[in-house]
């Protein structure tokens, strides 16, 4: 018995020792508590909450419409650009722990900029974060930027013109916010201007609506990747379609789980898509707000859905691929986590 759990035991370290790239994080989803409070408590901004534990306390979700407005509540509650920085840090920090060594996270520039923060200083700061994030932990990263469906098309252009004033660091697009209530077809003609751009493309698709809202990232906004696409195992024929198209999914199963779009990891249709050779990856989301981070969902990945390290590897091999880095960055990714797979494969045989 001891000698099993011994086993198990290294596995799971082994598990987290793997090389791991996360391309679905919201800057503002992993504000760790403590960093939350000294906002409130330095701005004085007017809060419901009181302490830390409070804050924990509210990321108890009844639901996926309870989970968007903790996430408006939290967004009121980051009135200066200079909390960016240590926000940005802190997620490098904790992507180290966990053997991320490279990190696409996405910024909701217009939840911030449309209660007056300024674009140009909260990207300032983000890029300080990032500086010394990167020297001190050696975690790579670039910055998408979510341009928010519920705010409408106007807004949505007003994000790509900031972005074509400042265009540094910004590797993509993407489209967060409520997906059934503001489908994606509108938002065509942006993702067009966004390629146009040099920007690559990503929609949240398939998270809490149903397959078409998939269809149509596909078809209007053309995106490479998708964040979430779980309702596509409702849809025979669009799972074809990513099996043949090699489009990505960037799966976040705990997210998924704690929103309550899927009932418990065990019927959470990860497993099928791997099985089926479908490209994903796999994400943390709002490490925060879901009480998760990478090495949880390798883990649980591992112990709910039995992967095994060499499809976990595969996983993290799948994010390097799918990385909107350039053609040496990645044949470097690519090299290194081979070597650190090599070490941790002879260290468990
Ligand atoms: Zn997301």
Partial sequence: MQHSYQIDMELRDAIKALPKAEHHVHLLGAIRPATLMKAITDTGVDSPYDSIEDIERSFEFQNFAHFISVYKQIISLVTEERYFEPMTYELLESSKECNVKYVEMSFSAPDHTLQGLDFELMMKAIERGIRRGQSDFGVKADIRIDIVRNYGLES??????????????????????????YPSKPYAEVYSRAREMGLHTVAHAGEAAGPQSIW?????????????GISAIQDEKLMKNLQETGITLEVCPVSNVRTRVVDS????????????GLSLTVNSDDPTFFDTDMNNEYVQLHEVLGF??????????????????????????????????????????
């Fill in 156 to 181: 949505a252009m007003k994000s790509l013109d900031m972005i074509e004033n400042r265009p540094e660091g910004i590797v993509s697009i993407d489209i967060g916010g409520s997906e059934k209530e």
């Fill in 216 to 228: 149509d990232a596909v078809t209007y906004l053309g995106v490479e990747r998708i964040g979430h």
């Fill in 265 to 276: 990891l065990r019927e959470h249709p990860i497993r099928t898509f791997f099985d089926r």
């Fill in 308 to 349: 095994t390290i060499q499809e976990l590897f595969q996983i993290s091999l799948n994010a390097v691929e799918s990385s909107f880095v350039d053609a040496e960055t990645k044949q470097q990714m690519r090299r290194e986590f081979q070597n650190d797979y090599s070490k941790i494969i002879d260290s468990i045989e």
